[in-house]
């Protein structure tokens, strides 16, 4: 590391909701149902990463929560720092004080976790000068170290938004993934967008391997539910980018109702209150983001209704979250240099 190189250095990332065809970014089977792709919007809940040289060891700080380790190895062998031990032994990181402050909930659903790990890898690559790695250079470490973690399988839609911002289309085709930043008026779809925490904690992994492992013993129902999905997110791009807003929640419905079938506990009493209510007071749609089972939900609708479903979703236990669409990605910032 040159006498230049800073010693501090800020990364922020954004959480995002995912519209439609999630899961199936979890490789193999986006290529198992050709033509498969993802539709997810960064929204403006930031993850922020701060990485400041330390003399020795790793110190991990989080509100109230604090972590210390002698060694990258020791703080990837504690429960609460594995993912960024993991991170920095990946990274040669040296010795570091990690400041982390997250806008979502706890178990949201809305890819907080990945944001910080893209936040946190790209923070490390400044701070040891290395050279910048692209999107999916960093997309396609995270989720290997993440499935490292847990032993289970992982996908990239997370990482994405996180990292580019916007509205995007994320295709699965043989030989990786291609990502198109759709041209959307996010500012509208911002007016007609309500996102909400059930106040349930979920575990994605979990689910999304029973749902894998289905899939690839040639379950006739998961393929079934599979097609469904792509085939719903396959027409929404086009119906984002006319604003065609009502026909964009009656997409992600539809979405929703094959999504809540592919394993018991995706959907659950409190989500489905709340989609009920929000629907009752004129919501054209929503479902639950990422795996379900808790978390947040999304709920597209008009936006002079936008109050009203606010509050009879607060009338069921939900908390509405500050959440609007996010245009800009990653953002890195040396905040001073060593002399």
């Not at 919007?41 to 604090?66: C, F, H, N, T």
């Not at 689910?207 to 997110?233: K, M, P, S």
Request: proline share 5%; charged share 20%; glycine share 12%.
């Amino acid at each position: 590391m040159g006498p230049r190189s800073p010693s501090r250095v800020r990364a922020r990332a954004w959480c995002r909701v995912d519209l439609a065809g999630g899961t199936l970014d979890l490789w193999p089977l986006g290529l198992l149902h050709p033509g498969s792709r993802t539709v997810n919007l960064a929204i403006d809940l930031p993850v922020v990463v701060e990485l400041i040289l330390a003399q020795k060891g790793y110190r991990m700080r989080q509100g109230s929560s604090e972590v210390a380790a002698e060694s990258a190895q020791q703080l990837a062998d504690t429960e609460e720092g594995a993912l960024l031990g993991l991170i920095a032994l990946d990274a040669g990181l040296p010795p570091s004080t990690i400041h982390i402050e997250s806008a979502s909930p706890q178990g949201g659903g809305l890819g907080a976790s990945s944001a910080l790990a893209v936040a946190t890898m790209a923070a490390a690559e400044a701070l040891t000068g290395q050279q910048a790695s692209s999107a999916l250079q960093l997309a396609t470490r995270a989720r290997d170290i993440e499935a490292q973690l847990m032993s289970l399988p992982t996908g990239v839609q997370d990482h994405f938004p996180a990292l580019l911002g916007g509205a995007l289309e994320i295709e699965y085709r043989p030989g990786g993934e291609r990502v198109r930043n759709l041209e959307v008026d996010l500012d509208s779809l911002g007016d007609r967008l309500l996102v909400a925490y059930t106040g349930c904690s979920h575990f994605s992994a979990g689910n999304n391997w029973r749902i894998v492992r289905r899939r690839l013993d040639g379950d006739a129902q998961t393929l079934e539910l599979f097609d469904g999905i792509r085939d719903t997110a396959r027409e929404l791009p086009a119906v984002l980018e006319r604003s065609d807003w009502q026909s964009v929640g009656r997409l992600v419905a539809r979405e929703w109702s094959f999504r809540s079938q592919l394993a018991n506990g995706i959907s659950t009493p409190e989500i489905e209150a709340m989609l009920g209510a929000a629907e009752r007071e004129g919501a054209w749609g929503g479902k639950a983001c990422g795996a379900g089972g808790g978390g947040c939900i999304v709920v597209l609708c008009p936006v002079e209704r936008r109050p009203r479903i606010a509050e009879a979703l607060e009338a069921v236990g939900a908390r509405i979250l500050p959440a609007r669409p996010a245009a800009g990605g990653l953002d890195i910032e040396c905040l001073n240099s060593s002399s």
